[in-house]
């Protein structure tokens, strides 16, 4: 989980003239470079990561064609980077629509590439074919390399455009094309790459490609790594289940081919409490699910009951076991490769592809139907976990129905303190989740009545990650929480009853405001992951220090920031003030640092990377004390405000 800045904005009058000489027509590759955003999503170094990956990709669909088994990646001194693999090597010969080699067309034409036709790829790990003409157009400098038919060739370019003609520079005794690039300093500013986190897509690419090596070289760093998984996704599951207490030692592997379409889908048990459920479509994260994922749970749950009543598992007078019930403990990957996969929303982040869904579910539902037949120890130990999360399930749904009666709506005092404000209309609402009565009162009287809502938490939150679902409803704090958000919780998660849109956690600049925060963010990610993926989710910054130089104040939120004012102020006289509380400032001061949406500034929480959310929230609030030691102790020169 990451955190984006928001701040406010002022918009300016637009002009009074506005006519056809205004409108600019932007071709080819000069469009990426106006607006990289509309490409690559961004210009940080998420954007940068991109680059690299869009090059990868396409050594990934030569993987997946069966044609290449080994893909490295160098990050060099300098700051550029080589993708080189063994695949057959992009086509130099001419291409005749274009009127230039097909290595120029691919590296410089927008949607042009092979994965268009269906006979080359079919099936592709990238959308649109832009890949590799974008990370072009993006770098200062892009030199490709191709061995083919015996010959090797290569063709050089500033800027995305060719410096001269492919040419033919020896002979190759292997095939394959190798592609480095520098980034354009001027679009991304630093060339940061990060070791890990490409390191985490790299090892993420492997699992869903078995018997595909992946090697990533740092050259700045001296470091190395190299993925290569047999098992595929059954590997990545016994990856995520590391360090739970698993329920059957092998995860249950099902696959099968129907009408072009690959089907995969690994599956195993924990004692956890938590469901952990990655889908994949052509090796795209689809983090908002879709018709595989769709198909996957809807399998899950009719094979499970069909087995349980077969076997008397169930009394013919209980009712059927629900989603939740098979689902809690469970973590899953689901990965399908289709020739035309249709992304919906705005992320692109679902797949809409409707005979999926049949797919995954003729897939899921013979081939666990057979492994539990063949498996009547396991099968029952995961039909006993089921049991047990049902009558957990019917106990949080009593806690739950207190919840929400309406009566809870109309009494002059909501659960929790809640002080809400007068607006209606949940777009233009905003609720501060606040550490503490004190710092509550002071939110309260700072505040804007009209639109801002505050609710105080008295101490911290249950720690959701170890605990069941009846014991986290029957906390007053989390049903406060769910209360005032109206929306529910995991499966009947409904943001389209959220009374506010914009939720902001507000807690004190220490340890115990540090921790609160943690727990908070913890209990979204698990049972509220809809409002964080939506952008209802953010993180209020208060200030560390008030500086007083004079008659005059500066209000300073990082040590850096410190710093920078003192050498401002330096010879006049000042006086610091460290804020540890939100208590601390008066109701004026908090409105002015904290609330006011003119002059604040908000911690938005995205997540970038859900695999690696899923592990630092098991690794942080887990029961598994040596991996969180470990984290700390690598971590320890990163911290900043630390409070004794």
């Not at 013919?316 to 899953?332: H, K, Q, W, Y």
């Not at 539990?372 to 047990?388: G, S």
């Not at 921790?515 to 939506?534: D, K, S």
Request: glycine letters at 8%.
């Amino acid at each position: 989980m990451t955190m984006a800045q928001d701040t406010a904005n002022t918009w300016g009058q637009p002009e009074s003239t506005y006519t056809a000489e205004d409108i600019r027509v932007l071709d080819g590759l000069e469009a990426v470079r106006r607006r990289p955003g509309m490409y690559i999503g961004s210009t940080d170094q998420r954007g940068l990561h991109h680059l690299v990956y869009e090059i990868v990709y396409n050594s990934i669909d030569e993987a997946m064609a069966g044609y290449c088994d080994h893909t490295e990646v160098i990050i060099h001194k300098d700051g550029s980077v080589t993708v080189s693999d063994n695949g057959r090597g992009i086509p130099v010969d001419y291409h005749a629509a274009t009127n230039t080699s097909a290595l120029e067309a691919v590296m410089t034409r927008l949607h042009a590439g092979a994965k268009f036709g269906g006979h080359t790829y079919t099936v592709s790990s990238g959308l649109h074919g832009v890949g590799a003409s974008v990370v072009n157009a993006l770098s200062s400098w892009l030199k490709v390399e191709v061995r083919r038919q015996g010959k090797y060739y290569r063709q050089e370019y500033r800027h995305g455009i060719p410096t001269g003609e492919v040419k033919e520079v020896g002979d190759a005794n292997n095939t394959g094309t190798t592609v480095t690039f520098l980034a354009d300093w001027e679009i991304f500013g630093e060339l940061n790459y990060d070791f890990d986190t490409i390191c985490q897509r790299l090892r993420e690419l492997a699992y869903l490609n078995k018997n595909l090596q992946l090697t990533l070289i740092d050259e700045r760093s001296d470091q190395e790594a190299t993925f290569y998984f047999e098992g595929g996704i059954a590997s990545f599951v016994q990856r995520l289940n590391k360090r739970r207490t698993v329920l059957h030692s092998r995860p249950i592997y099902l696959s099968r081919v129907i009408n072009s379409t690959m089907v995969e889908a690994a599956i195993q048990y924990n004692d956890g409490f938590n469901e952990t459920i990655f889908s994949f479509a052509n090796c795209v994260n689809t983090v908002d699910g879709g018709s595989h994922l769709t198909g996957f749970r809807s399998a899950l749950t009719r094979v499970l009951n069909d087995y349980a009543r077969k076997n008397k598992l169930i009394k013919d007078a209980d009712p059927n076991l629900i989603g939740e019930d098979v689902r809690e403990g469970l973590t899953a990957i689901i990965s399908v490769k289709i020739p035309e996969p249709q992304f919906e929303g705005q992320t692109k982040a679902k797949l809409g592809n409707p005979e999926i869904k049949t797919h995954v579910e003729a897939t899921v539902s013979d081939g666990l139907s057979t492994y539990l037949e063949q498996h009547p120890n396991e099968a029952k130990t995961i039909i006993d976990k089921c049991f047990i999360t049902a009558k957990a399930r019917e106990a949080a749904r009593k806690a739950r129905d207190l919840i929400f009666k309406r009566s809870a709506f109309e009494t002059a005092t909501l659960p929790g303190k809640l002080a809400d404000c007068s607006e209606k209309d949940p777009r233009r609402s905003e609720l501060f989740i606040v550490e503490g009565d004190s710092a509550g009162g002071s939110a309260k009287q700072g505040r804007d009545r009209r639109f801002q809502a505050i609710l105080p938490l008295r101490g911290k939150i249950l720690n959701v990650e170890k605990a069941s679902k009846d014991k986290i409803f029957e906390q007053e704090e989390i049903r406060a929480i769910i209360t005032a958000l109206g929306t529910g919780t995991g499966d009947q998660l409904d943001l389209s009853k959220l009374r506010y849109h914009t939720i902001i956690i507000m807690t004190d600049a220490d340890v115990d405001g540090s921790h609160i925060r943690t727990l908070l963010l913890t209990f979204f990610y698990r049972h509220m992951v809809g409002l964080i993926n939506q952008g209802h989710l953010f993180i209020a910054q208060p200030p560390l220090y008030r500086i007083q130089a004079g008659k005059q104040h500066f209000w300073v939120y990082s040590e850096k920031e410190k710093e920078a004012k003192l050498k401002e102020l330096k010879g006049d006289r000042f006086e610091i003030q460290r804020y540890k509380g939100l208590g601390e400032m008066s109701p004026e001061q908090l409105w002015e640092t904290t609330m006011n949406p003119t002059t604040r500034t908000l911690l938005r929480a995205e997540i970038e990377d859900a695999i690696t959310a899923d592990w630092v929230f098991r690794m942080l609030m887990g029961d598994e004390v040596p991996p969180r030691r470990n984290f700390i102790q690598a971590h320890a020169r990163n911290v900043r405000n630390l409070d004794i």
